[in-house]
Nanobody, 119 residues
Framework: QVSLVESGGGLVQAGDSLRLSCVDSGRAFSLLEVAWFRQAPGKEREFVASIRWNGRNINLADSVKGRFNISRENAKSTVFLQMNNLKPEDTALYYC????????????WGQGTQVTVSS
């Protein structure tokens, strides 16, 4: 059983940083590919970043390259999304997903954590 819980969101100003966390209480998490997605009001959900079970094969959306990074600590069943130099357009509900089934298709999803960036 995989149950994902995101945290770390908040209200920040443009240029600030935030670190999101995704934690799972199950044992299978360390074997799963994990990703972050986001959805802004009135827009479709979009891919942000992903990381394979071994911490390698990191994939970042072009819109966040150079500003965001994804990492994981399997011993703590946690994946992080470090977000630097935040912009107002980064404002969205950020979701953690695990268990890749196909390109950008994941089996398990969290409830999301809100990130709001003011200008």
């Amino acid at each position: 059983q995989v149950s994902l819980v995101e945290s770390g969101g908040g209200l920040v100003q443009a240029g600030d940083s935030l670190r999101l966390s995704c934690v799972d209480s199950g044992r299978a998490f360390s074997l799963l590919e994990v990703a972050w997605f986001r959805q802004a009001p009135g827009k479709e959900r979009e891919f942000v970043a992903s990381i394979r079970w071994n911490g390698r094969n990191i994939n970042l959306a072009d819109s966040v390259k150079g500003r965001f990074n994804i990492s994981r600590e399997n011993a703590k069943s946690t994946v992080f999304l470090q977000m630097n130099n935040l912009k107002p357009e980064d404002t969205a509900l950020y979701y953690c997903a695990a268990g890749a089934m196909d390109n950008y298709v994941y089996r398990y999803w969290g409830q999301g954590t809100q990130v709001t960036v003011s200008s």
